[in-house]
């Protein structure tokens, strides 16, 4: 458009194609039939200036443009220089022109000669051409500048996938890189030697990911002195090499095992015999061992075990259940049972109040079936373990109303510091405002978790808040859809939360922006705030440095 | 030991020497990539007053790897394309401990 | 078969392995213990770093962290309670040391400890890193924080910590007092029980910063409280203010962030909240004495210390209102006392002279608080709101606001504009104005207004014309083109007549047919009025012009006719003035006379100066009312100085046996002379009159109303009966308030004529009927 209205100043009336300054040039470099040429050729001399400057007024827009519309012109210059080779034209007599007219050059005011290539900038209101020197710092000034964009793009969005991997963008630790190096070339790994606990986990938890924790590489970990054992992926180590754990760590006195579809029968009862000091077991997805095996398995443990994590195996029966409380009960302090559909009788629950006494951690998510769990058996159980008990996990107990809230936990746990209620629908405010109203024995909650209670809203949510502001550390509130804006002013205006890491406030509607930008500044501590399918929350949120917020469209790649 | 690495700027190097005696001279802002380095140069400690640091359980191989790294470090930190930074893997066990050991 | 001792060939190297006992363990924690005392020694030069936490790091490798942690621990707290805490309590029981001394020894010794531990805790970084984290226990850099509290500060119910805090307020109260202290040494101290962690917070906001805010409260409740003894507003205000900028400087350097805005909280509460009611009420030195001395000082300090509590302003805003609320009550009586102190005039006891003083002092302290409200008050809304309110309020107490006001704007136009600038007669304008826009019932100013203004057109001083339709046009902004239209009209008519008279007196000149009197030109001005707009009686009079003034009149009623056709035209001599000469003896006055005396002496006297009539005689002849006949009369054979007749006898009143003659002794000094209508001039209506007035007011109100419903109807054809009520009120709100048995009766009353109807079903709906 700019070119063809510089046309129409320049007195060419007729209506022309986007190439026509092109066209116009060539033609009055005389690259027509020679008589023309030669009509032309006086008046050229005194055109010639007017007609470069011309184009150059033409081609503020793009740089690149120019630049292929010079090479065009460079092209047929030669070309035309070639058929021309006999005529009286020549490339000197054109220079020679360009002489008469010097220019001063806009950057450094050193007198140059013109040529095509000279950039025209505007500086201080004035309008005017660099010399060669200055021209082609420019270009390398506006190459860098184009770089350096590209650059930007690309963290940018380097940025964005590793916040959605949630990892930091940073220069992997010398550890880290030994630990990597390490986990691909674990085959050469003799021994492990004196390395670090933490180290050694690491390695560990590399090679479960990896899926290279196998009968070889398990038998790096195993030592002598070794009292506690996690192995996070145990689906490549048959059941001769669970078995050497008895052989090489005869100390030990917790096992963790994930994904063990490979542990025997005899493995376990193995665990039970040798290892003398054990007295915690996990075991996620022990699905080969049967019935009578889990009934053997407690009572070689009698009155041994601390701690029993059982889930994810439908052969966990009610029998085995009944075994363990009448062997172990007494002395159990940490008990999950999770996703273990041999668990189906409500008679089999119903007893463990009358078994367990110092519970501090009590674990009955995901049960088979909603009436398996219902108010009653939580608020005997906690009757009797309040005194110790410190973290409650009841997710998807779904049979679960108010009243356990209100008799139970409110009643009995002065020491309560994590709970879990995820899915808990029948959990209104009101079982929250009795639960936290002048809660006084208890000092405060430090992790909770309270994703999918759709029955509570702002009220609720506020009492609670009000009690463990100072205490809470990790909170979840996914999906608790009646959250409003109202709720986070309240906050903003009354409560601080000196020690929240991270939220989880993916799906509540109502936060925005405002929101954010009200949660960044009362919880100093906050690292991690996901906001995910909240469509308000958006980049122009005010955060703190040092606060990331998963989740906003405006984030992804 | 002798005095010619006094010569250097104390404010600016230090001096670290290996369990073997090999010895090292590198800027501080350097060496402050550990987080161990980083303390024994901010306190006043020994190794703060002289500005000599003996790691006795670091032979000098393992030191140059160490000191090459701390340069990788440095130079790459807050930037996007990052080379890898290359281990011979016979040496990966005993540099996990040592890098343990500085806090790298 | 494979197993642990199994050797093969590895391409990795790993490191050797030392297996150390617990004898070892032992060992290394001996010489970290050492090294420990040799930290607090402040000999940490001679510590090697790199073998300490070497030492720390083969600890923890060997999982003996927990071994390490309780012994950093101990040695930690045998320190602080077998070294450190002695000393301090020896140091806190001997009174012979001042307390300065006392507060640096603390800070000094805390400082010391937090050296030490930084030290402490860089060397056992290792423990901090892997054991500290995994066990979820706090860093020994924190550990060390908390033992100091524990074993220093809070041991024997908080012994030291209650005698360093008294001693820190001590020190604060000496600041307040103006005493030189070492601020920085504060600073330290707090800073210090800043750093000391506690639940959640730090040991400052749990025991230092209530007994601060407390002492705090006492110190500004025992200032205010004196400086309220002094019963003097300005003293305190001036002082308070003094105080916070103060406080808030002294407390700048070694006060908490956090703490500031409790602080100012609890100024704002102890200075102002509490005391500010009692200053504004302050006879001597209060509100009432700054408004009335406009003093700008006080009034905008008080603004800016009551807007810290309220930024609405209420308490402020009551006391303006009740304020004037009391001087609107006491207006009547100082109205009274202003005229009865002021100078004897002729004038004084004449009713609109009270008007005019009574609007008066209403303007000033209206421009008083213009002032205020300018200068001092930031031209606050809410309070704007509030002064307007009050005088809408006050003046509206006034039933008779409206006669007041209109009067004062006759008296105004006609008296006082010619000793006013035209900048200041606008600014008087502008808060008449503004007076009326507080006044409700606007349809009876209009009645007032009226009346005054008709007088005044028919009867036009010099540049007043200007000033009429300034006013119109600033009535217009503030009522509305309804409320001026009838004003508007009466201008139009007073135009109109200027220049069809001018006209008039062309054509006669052009027709050569001037009626002669003894040679000598005659000219005329008519003004013609619409009947409906101006609020003049009709009469029909058979008032039997002279001559001369009927050859006049039929000519004009003929020019008239001629350009407009199908008007009546009904002459009105009882309005409008005649000019003549008339020579007593030698000399010739130049007399101005309302138009019935003009036509009883040139219908009487002009041919025979020495005729004689009784009263009876007059009247049948002329046939002007009675009324108006002997108030003529009254003025030119009794008033004193325009005495054209003689009566017999002489006396004050006019009886039907009276004989009227020229009077041919007349004598004036003036050459020309003024025949006065006894009562020409405006005056306060009697109640009598008032009412009648009233009486006329609500007929017009009816129809107003009427109309009002009508259009309303017409518009939304269907309406509930309240909604029909709101909206009435709502369109006449601008003209007055009408009662809502007004509407009611209004309503019925259309019911009946059918405008509207009720719904067959819902009584209280109406539709309208077209």
């Known amino acids: ?557 | 030991m002798s005095d010619e690495e006094e010569d250097f700027d104390k404010e600016e190097f230090v001096t670290l020497i290996s369990s073997d005696g090999f010895k090292f001279i590198i800027s501080k802002e350097i060496a402050e990539v550990s987080g161990t380095l980083r303390n024994m140069l901010g306190t006043s400690f020994q190794e703060a007053e002289s500005n000599r640091i003996t790691l006795h359980e670091i032979d000098g191989v393992l030191m140059e790897k160490i000191i090459q790294y701390l340069h990788y470090n440095f130079q790459y930190k807050d930037q996007v394309d990052v080379p890898e930074f290359d281990i011979p893997t016979e040496m990966a066990l005993e540099l996990l401990v040592a890098a343990d050991f500085l806090d790298v | 078969m494979l197993g642990g001792n199994e050797i093969r060939k590895s391409k990795i190297r790993t490191p050797k392995k030392t297996f150390l006992s617990q004898v070892d363990y032992e060992k290394s924690w001996e010489q970290l213990d050492e090294a420990i005392k040799q930290i607090y020694q402040k000999n940490a030069s001679t510590l090697s770093f790199e073998e300490l936490y070497r030492k720390t790091y083969n600890l923890v490798l060997r999982k003996q962290g927990k071994f390490l942690y309780d012994n950093i621990y101990n040695s930690i707290k045998s320190h602080l309670e077998n070294d450190v805490q002695p000393r301090i309590i020896q140091f806190m029981e001997d009174d012979q040391i001042d307390k300065f001394v006392l507060l640096q020894k603390m800070s000094t010794e805390l400082n010391d400890h937090l050296l030490s531990m930084r030290m402490i805790s860089d060397f056992a970084m290792y423990l901090d890193r892997v054991y500290v984290k995994e066990a979820h226990l706090p860093l020994i850099y924190d550990t060390g924080l908390q033992l100091f509290r524990d074993y220093v500060i809070l041991p024997n119910d908080n012994k030291v910590g209650k005698k360093v805090i008294k001693l820190l307020l001590q020190s604060i109260d000496e600041i307040r007092s103006n005493k030189i202290v070492d601020k920085f040494l504060i600073k330290n101290i707090i800073f210090m029980f800043e750093s000391l962690p506690d639940e959640a917070g730090s040991y400052y906001d749990t025991y230092v910063e209530p007994d601060f805010l407390e002492d705090s409260r006492l110190y500004f409740e025992k200032v205010s409280s004196e400086l309220l003894l002094e019963q003097n507003g300005s003293l305190y205000i001036s002082n308070i203010i003094r105080l916070i900028e103060e406080e808030k400087n002294r407390t700048a350097l070694y006060l908490p962030l956090s703490t500031l805005p409790k602080l100012v909280e609890l100024m704002d509460k102890a200075l102002i909240a509490t005391k500010i009611e009692t200053v504004l009420a302050f006879e001597n030195e209060g509100l009432s004495k700054w408004v009335a001395e406009e003093s700008e000082f006080e009034l905008n300090s008080l603004y800016k210390l009551i807007g810290r509590i309220d930024n609405e302003y209420h308490i402020l805003r009551t006391h303006l209102k009740r304020l004037l609320i009391s001087f609107g009550e006491a207006l009547d009586d100082s109205t009274n006392k202003a005229i009865a102190d002021g100078p004897e005039t002729p004038k004084k006891k004449a009713t609109t002279h009270f008007v005019t003083i009574w609007i008066e002092s209403i303007l000033n302290q209206r421009g008083v608080y213009e002032r205020i409200l300018q200068n001092c008050f930031n031209r606050d809304v809410n309070i704007c709101k509030t002064i307007d309110a009050s005088f809408a309020l006050i003046l509206n107490a006034n039933k008779r606001i409206s006669e007041y006001l209109s009067l004062y704007i006759d008296h105004f136009i006609k008296q006082s504009l010619k000793e006013k600038s035209e900048n200041e007669s606008e600014e008087i304008l502008n808060k008449v104005v503004a007076i009326f826009s507080f006044i409700h019932d606007k349809d009876v100013f209009e009645k007032y207004y009226k009346n005054h203004l008709a007088k005044r057109l028919l009867n036009p001083k010099s540049n007043s014309y200007d000033i009429e339709r300034n006013l119109i046009s600033k009535f217009k902004s503030v009522a509305g083109e309804t409320f001026v239209s009838k004003l508007s009209s009466m201008f139009r008519d007073i135009n109109i007549s200027k220049e069809e008279s001018k006209q008039f007196q062309e054509q006669l000149q052009q027709e050569d047919v001037l009626p002669l009197n003894n040679n000598k030109k005659v000219s005329m001005d008519v003004n013609v009025l619409t009947h409906l707009i101006w609020p003049l009686p009709l009469t029909e009079t058979n008032v039997r012009f002279p001559e001369i003034l009927f050859n006049l009149k039929e000519q004009y009623a003929a020019f008239y006719a001629q350009k407009h056709q199908n008007r009546r035209f009904n002459w009105a001599p009882n309005f409008g003035t005649v000019d003549m000469r008339m020579t007593y003896g030698r000399r010739t006055y130049e007399v101005n006379m309302p138009t019935y005396s003009a036509i009883i002496i040139l219908a009487l006297f002009s041919t025979d100066y020495k005729a004689q009539y009784t009263y009876e005689q007059i009247h049948q002849e002329l046939q002007i009312p009675e009324n108006d006949l002997k108030r003529q009369l009254l003025s030119i054979s009794v008033a004193p100085k325009t005495r054209l007749l003689v009566k017999r006898p002489m006396s004050k009143e006019i009886n039907t046996e009276d004989i009227f003659q020229i009077n041919e002794k007349f004598q004036s000094p003036q050459i020309k002379i003024k025949v006065l209508t006894v009562s020409t001039a405006s005056k306060l209506e009697n109640d009598q009159q008032r009412s009648s007035t009233l009486t006329e007011v609500n007929k017009d109100r009816k129809f107003e109303t009427d109309a009002a419903i009508v259009r309303i109807m017409k518009a939304r054809k269907t309406l509930t009966h309240n909604n029909l009520m709101n909206e009435t009120i709502k369109q006449l709100a601008n003209r007055f308030s009408p009662p809502p048995s007004l509407i009611k009766q209004r309503i019925e009353s259309l019911l009946e004529k059918e405008y509207m109807e009720r719904d067959s079903e819902e009584r209280n709906l109406y539709h309208y009927l077209a």
């Open chain 1, 1 to 557: 458009m700019s070119r063809r209205k510089a046309d129409k100043k320049e007195n060419e009336p007729e209506v022309r194609g986007p190439n026509s300054a092109l066209t116009a040039f060539l033609r009055e470099q005389g690259i027509d039939a020679g008589a023309i040429r030669r009509r032309y050729e006086q008046s050229l001399l005194t055109e010639r200036n007017e007609q470069t400057s011309h184009l150059y007024e033409q081609e503020d827009e793009s740089f690149e443009e120019n630049e292929i519309i010079l090479a065009a012109i460079e092209k047929r210059r030669r070309k035309r220089a070639e058929a021309n080779a006999d005529g009286s034209y020549s490339d000197s007599s054109f220079s020679g022109d360009d002489l008469k007219d010097s220019h001063y050059c806009m950057n450094c005011d050193r007198e140059f000669r013109i040529t095509v290539y000279s950039k025209k900038v505007e500086k201080d209101g004035k309008v005017g051409y660099l010399c060669i020197k200055c021209t082609r710092f420019q270009i390398e000034q506006e190459g860098r500048k184009k770089k350096a964009a590209f650059e930007a793009r690309k963290k940018r969005k380097k940025l964005a996938s590793a916040l959605l991997n949630r990892q930091e963008l940073k220069i992997p630790s010398l550890q880290d890189i030994c630990i990597k190096l390490l986990s691909t070339h674990i085959d050469d790994v003799h021994a492990l030697g004196d390395i670090s606990v933490v180290s050694m986990n690491k390695i560990s938890r590399i090679l479960s990911k990896n899926r290279s924790l196998n009968n070889r590489t398990m038998m790096l970990f195993l030592d002598a002195t070794l009292k506690h054992l996690e192995f996070w992926d145990c689906s490549n180590i048959d059941m001769a090499y669970l078995d050497k754990i008895t052989t090489f760590c005869p100390k030990l006195e917790s096992i963790t095992l994930n994904m063990c579809g490979q542990l025997h029968n005899s493995n376990l009862i193995s665990f039970a015999q040798n290892l003398l000091s054990l007295n915690s077991v996990v075991l996620n997805g022990p699905f080969l061992i049967s019935e009578p095996t889990w009934i053997q398995f407690f009572e070689l443990m009698n009155e041994k075990l601390r701690l029993f994590h059982v889930s994810n195996t439908h052969r966990f029966s009610d029998q085995c259940l009944q075994s363990l409380l009448t062997n172990c009960g007494g002395r159990l302090e940490s008990l999950s049972l999770s996703r273990l559909d041999g668990l189906s009788s409500k008679a089999a629950y119903d007893v463990l109040p009358y078994h367990l006494k110092n519970l501090k951690l009590l674990d009955l998510s995901n049960p088979f079936k909603e009436n398996l769990i219902d108010d009653n058996l939580i608020i005997s159980i906690l009757s009797v373990n309040g005194g110790s008990i410190e973290t409650l996990l009841l997710d998807g107990c779904s049979g679960l109303t108010d009243l356990f809230l209100v008799k139970g936990v409110k009643k009995f746990c002065p020491f309560l510091k994590r709970i879990s209620l995820e899915s808990l629908d029948q959990v209104t405010d009101n079982g929250f405002t009795q639960l936290f109203d002048g809660w006084n024995i208890n000092s405060g909650l430090i992790e909770v978790n309270l994703k999918r209670c759709s029955g509570l809203t702002d009220r609720g949510l506020f009492t609670f808040l009000s009690h463990s502001a100072s205490s809470l550390v990790s909170l979840n509130l996914n999906s608790v859809y009646s959250l409003s804006r109202t709720l986070f002013e309240t906050l903003s205006r009354t409560l601080r939360f000196p020690l929240l890491t991270t939220l989880d406030l993916g799906f509540v509607r109502s936060v925005d922006d405002k929101a954010i930008a009200i949660l960044s500044r009362i919880c100093p501590k906050l690292k991690e705030l996901e906001v995910y399918g909240n469509n308000r929350c958006t980049q122009r949120a005010r955060i703190r440095r040092g606060l990331k917020v998963l989740g906003r469209q405006s984030d992804s790649i």
